[in-house]
């Protein structure tokens, strides 16, 4: 079997993003019908994040355990095409 490469920065991006939705599916109002508790708006933000948490922290521990947590791959930034979509993405 191939051993798996987390990358720690995805890991830790999407933790991130699952904390910012909890915090936004807080904010969402309840919902109850005749003082029965349903699934309301919040129901899919907060299993959204749940995923999220959960696919962060195994990236993470995949990137610890294959010994490439840090390192970050700057390749990708030597063609000129790459360089003109950063361009373009912080000229706006």
Known sequence: MKKQKGNFWFGL???LIA???F???IKLPSFEVSGIRLPGPAFFPVILGIVFF???VYEIICSFM???TF???LGWFK???NRNIIFFF???
């Open 71 to 73: 390192k970050i791959n």
């Open 90 to 92: 912080f000229l706006h």
């Open 23 to 25: 915090y936004q599916a």
């Open 79 to 81: 063609s000129w095409e």
């Open 66 to 68: 294959s010994g490439n």
């Open 54 to 56: 959960i696919g962060g």
């Open 19 to 21: 904390i910012i939705d």
């Open 13 to 15: 991006t999407l933790v």
